[in-house]
């Protein structure tokens, strides 16, 4: 089973700085017959089920505003927000999809 | 507008069984595997189990495998998840999910509370 590890569990930002989440995975997540890596990124706010924000390591979904980005190859990737704004106050999710699936811990990203 | 919604969930004493329903709206449900994954309260998310468009193939976690089944019913744009032999860890709300063949899930139901105490 692929573990995957976020670092670090919580982080306070101040509002319009840059918030930077760190995910390893403990083997590749590239999917070498489709030159991916499947890796996806997802927010989660109190009460509320997950919402996809990056898939493919990098590709943001359609509706997600560009102040985020992931990035990041192999076994070590990134989710960056780029002006932190008050609603992106929640949780935020790693989860590989390689045989089966696994998602990271969680890291919650507050305002300071 | 794509629609998943579950239903099943409520209070079980150790040892019980429970299904869980997923019922699917808005989009080719026989053209997407399927699958279920949980939260335990205050806790991060756990991916429980898949399943092939088709049925064919189905995928589960370690600390299920065995006690849970997933199916579907095409012809009901439905999934299931048949759980046995319930657990205290098993307390969670279950949402059901479609697997994109991206490796993520854009689609997600509200979730179900599955509760496991005597």
């Known amino acids: 089973e692929i573990v995957m590890t976020q670092s670090p569990d919580s982080l306070a930002v101040s509002l319009g700085e840059r918030a930077t989440i760190n995910c390893k995975s403990s083997q590749s997540v590239f999917h ?22 990056i898939y493919w390591a990098s590709t ?3 509706g997600v505003p560009d102040r985020f980005s992931g990035s990041g190859s192999g076994t070590d990737f990134t989710l960056t927000i780029s002006s932190l704004q008050a609603e992106d106050v929640a949780v935020y999710y790693c989860q590989h999809y390689l045989g089966t ?7 919650k990203v507050e305002i300071k | 507008e794509v629609h998943l ?16 329903s997923c019922a ?16 335990a309260p205050g806790r991060g998310l756990e991916w429980v189990a898949n399943i092939k468009e088709d049925g064919s193939a189905k995928t589960y976690v370690d600390s299920v495998r065995g006690r849970f089944t997933i199916s579907r019913d095409n012809s009901k744009n439905s999934v299931y998840l048949q759980m046995n032999s319930l657990r205290a860890e098993d307390t969670a709300v279950y949402y059901c999910a479609s697997d994109r063949p991206t490796g993520s899930y854009d689609r997600w139901g ?7 105490s005597s």
Do not use: H
């Open chain 1, 32 to 53: 070498s017959p489709i030159n991916k890596n499947l890796l996806a990124w997802y927010q989660q706010k109190p009460g509320q089920p997950p919402k996809l924000l």
């Open chain 1, 60 to 62: 943001r979904e359609s």
């Open chain 1, 101 to 107: 699936v696994t998602f990271g811990q969680g890291t």
């Open chain 2, 5 to 20: 919604v579950e239903s099943g969930g409520g209070l079980v004493q150790p040892g019980g069984s429970l299904r869980l």
């Open chain 2, 24 to 39: 699917a709206s808005g989009f080719t449900f026989s053209d997407f595997w399927m699958s279920w994954v949980r939260q």
């Open chain 2, 110 to 116: 509200q979730g179900t509370l599955v509760t496991v």
